[in-house]
């Protein structure tokens, strides 16, 4: 079984420029979520699909970020402008369905360093 | 507000030794408990899930329990090995949607 994609691993970018990251689930995994992690830190929630709808984004600077899920399958998560404070790494991860029981498989993570 | 306390720490231990990683949490009551491995460079990884109602659950070398009253979950690993090495977070399920909330993480150094 594939495991979640991400792309790109890595990404170096000046401030106020914009950049955008993409995700591919596990085959099947009706949630998705978007987490941040600077380093040092747990994984911070941004925002939570159920299938190409969204459940929560109560954490997401929605002035500077934006995602979306079409489709239900794979994801984007954009930055306009970048902060200096942006610089982190961002990690994608699905489940199967949106329960407490349920694991929470993760890709590799994008590292976002903003210059 | 929610607050979850990982040994800030990097814990090092001598192989072979039991290894134990405590997670502290307060203003919360879940109903689950997760932990999870990252290693550098990579996104965590799920190890075990406890739910509220069990004081213990193991798997291989791994035990993990949860006190509600104490509000606390001791990682365990036994016969610690170097490839142990790595970050344990701990995560609890909480909000209308099961979000996990995460714990900083503890570093854990075993010493061939």
């Known amino acids: 079984e594939a495991g979640v994609a991400q792309s790109p691993r890595y990404k170096i970018i000046e401030k106020r420029q914009s950049v955008a990251f993409w995700c591919n689930p596990i085959s099947g995994h009706a949630t998705l979520y978007w987490y941040q992690q600077i380093l040092g830190q747990g994984p911070k929630l941004l925002i939570q699909f159920q299938n190409n709808g969204v459940v929560d984004d109560s954490q997401l600077p929605k002035d500077r970020f934006s995602a979306e899920r079409l489709k239900g399958v794979d994801s984007t998560l954009k930055i306009q402008p970048a902060k200096l404070e942006d610089s982190a790494v961002y990690l994608c991860a699905s489940s199967p369905r949106t329960s407490g029981e349920n694991e929470q498989f993760f890709g590799p993570g994008t590292r976002l360093t903003v210059l | 507000s929610q607050k979850i306390e990982q040994n800030s720490e990097a814990l090092n231990i001598q192989e072979g030794k039991t290894a134990t990683l405590t997670c502290n949490y307060t203003?919360?009551?879940?109903?689950?408990l997760q932990w999870y491995r990252q290693d550098p460079g990579r996104g965590p990884v799920f190890l075990l899930l406890i739910r509220e109602n069990e004081k213990e659950k193991r798997k291989e070398r791994l035990k993990v329990t949860f006190d509600t009253t104490l509000k606390q979950s001791l990682f365990h690993i036994t016969a610690s090995q170097p490839a142990d090495s790595a970050t344990y977070l701990c995560a609890l399920v909480g909000g209308s949607n099961y979000q996990l909330i995460w714990g900083a993480g503890t570093k854990l150094i075993i010493k061939p």
């Open positions: 203003n919360y009551s879940p109903a689950y």
